[in-house]
């Protein structure tokens, strides 16, 4: 049973334009949501995080939506570029403390 | 660097061994999480340590273990080793001070392959 799903395995994009990754979540007692950037044979990056009190969260390029009615968080970057691309997870947490879930990550391609 | 550090980098034992990863967690970070990464899927949780005690647990196997010490530092045990048991373990840690949610940092994994 997949808490955080990423139904987009990968996605392609042209550098300087907007990418958007997508996640769903399904246990509403998820309150705090992250997204991390995975470089292969590295250890997740932490990127941007959003607790379920704010809709939006802002940092530089990256930004955070978070829709509670419909259980969809996604994650906006404007603009690309080459250096973005990554495998981008989505986690999300039930409370203070607790452990993170992950999706199953979307490969993110920036074209130049 | 994201603070955590991951002992040993790479590893290479025979099915049926025993192997032990370690990790520090940031400076002050009570939290320790595990999560293991099989072929580019994604990060399955397995264990959750806070400031010594075990917080929650996933999908772990009884054949692994794991302990947080006094120090903070924790150690996943995997014994009886399987081919299947081959793949990327990482350990992770947050603050998770005064009732705030914080968000985790990861080290950079130990490659475990088992032959």
């Known amino acids: 049973d997949q808490q955080v799903k990423q139904n987009s395995p990968s996605l392609s994009v042209q550098e300087g334009r907007i990418s958007i990754l997508n996640c769903d979540y399904t246990?509403?007692?998820?309150?705090?949501f992250l997204w991390y950037k995975k470089y292969p044979a590295e250890g997740p990056t932490f990127l941007i995080s959003?607790?379920?009190?704010?809709d939006k969260n802002e940092d530089g390029r990256f930004t955070v939506f978070l829709n509670k009615s419909a259980k969809h968080l996604s994650l906006h970057i404007v603009p690309s570029q080459p250096g973005d691309s990554a495998v981008y997870f989505c986690?999300?947490?039930?409370?203070?403390?607790?452990?993170?879930?992950f999706g199953p990550g979307t490969r993110l391609s920036v074209l130049p | 660097d994201s603070g955590v550090t991951q002992t040993p980098k790479h590893l290479i034992t025979a099915t049926g061994q025993r192997v032990t990863l370690r990790c520090s967690p940031r400076?002050?970070?009570?939290?320790v999480y595990w999560y293991q990464q099989s072929l580019d899927q994604g990060l399955q949780f397995l264990i959750q340590?806070?400031?010594?005690?075990?917080?929650a647990k996933g999908n772990i196997l009884e054949r692994f273990s794991a302990q947080q010490f006094p120090d903070l530092h924790s150690e996943l045990n995997l014994s009886s080793l399987e081919l299947g048991d081959s793949a990327l373990y990482f350990c992770?840690?947050?603050?998770?001070?005064?009732?705030?949610?914080?968000?985790?940092?990861f080290g950079q994994g130990t490659r475990l392959t088992v032959v």
């Open positions: 992770a840690s947050s603050a998770n001070r005064q009732g705030v949610n914080t968000e985790a940092f």
């Open positions: 246990n509403s007692m998820f309150d705090y």
């Open positions: 959003i607790s379920s009190i704010k």
């Open positions: 986690a999300a947490s039930a409370g203070y403390g607790q452990n993170f879930v």
């Open positions: 400076s002050g970070d009570l939290s």
């Open positions: 340590y806070y400031n010594g005690e075990e917080r």
